[in-house]
């Protein structure tokens, strides 16, 4: 069993499980956070003329960076794998023909396209809005941040579900990663 292609499929799984841990961790720390700002009702004296719901504000204030940090995290760990699963190829470490890496192939090719949504589509557009929500909270234009809030929502009820579909096929090419780590590329070749 050639040592490089462990070493290859093992970072790819490290990379991978980062990616994952991280994901899952921004979530559950949101789960937390909101309802604990919710039930501690705070008023944050810099926003004295918002009448909206300052929990929101604190809470979203902490998540929004964390949130920031998980898409560099996935992004930066999108490429390490492109690169690792490029070198696999060529070595010839993985074959073309292999069923594994065909299954490999589509989920990675599904899971890159999950992620530029759910960036650009999502994320990004998210970002600006929470943004634009704190200026407007800050110049206690109720309006204008409830506005923005509103279009942030619909952007929320879909990236939910998308972070829970990354976090499924994440998962699954950690574990294919790790079962190929010591298969042979000829192994189940069609």
Request: net charge positive.
């Amino acid at each position: 069993m050639p040592t490089l292609r462990i070493i290859i499929e093992s970072v790819n799984a490290l990379v991978l499980g980062l990616w994952a841990g991280a994901l899952a961790m921004v979530g559950v720390a949101a789960a937390f956070a909101f309802p604990t700002m919710k039930s501690l009702d705070p008023a944050l004296p810099g926003y004295a003329s918002y009448t909206g719901e300052h929990w929101r504000l604190a809470a979203g204030a902490i998540m929004n960076p964390l949130f920031g940090v998980v898409g560099l995290i996935g992004k930066v760990s999108f490429l390490v794998v492109c690169v690792l699963l490029a070198v696999l190829l060529a070595k010839k470490h993985v074959s073309f023909r292999s069923r594994t890496f065909g299954v490999r192939t589509v989920m990675w090719l599904a899971l890159g396209a999950l992620t530029l949504y759910v960036d650009r589509v999502l994320w990004s557009p998210m970002n600006e809005l929470f943004e634009a929500h704190q200026q407007f909270a800050l110049a206690g234009n109720n309006e204008g941040s409830v506005r923005v809030m509103a279009e942030f929502d619909a952007l929320h009820a879909k990236a939910s579900p998308l972070m829970g579909a990354q976090l499924v096929i994440i998962v699954s090419l950690l574990v294919a990663s790790l079962v190929d780590a010591f298969r042979s590329p000829q192994a189940d070749v069609a």
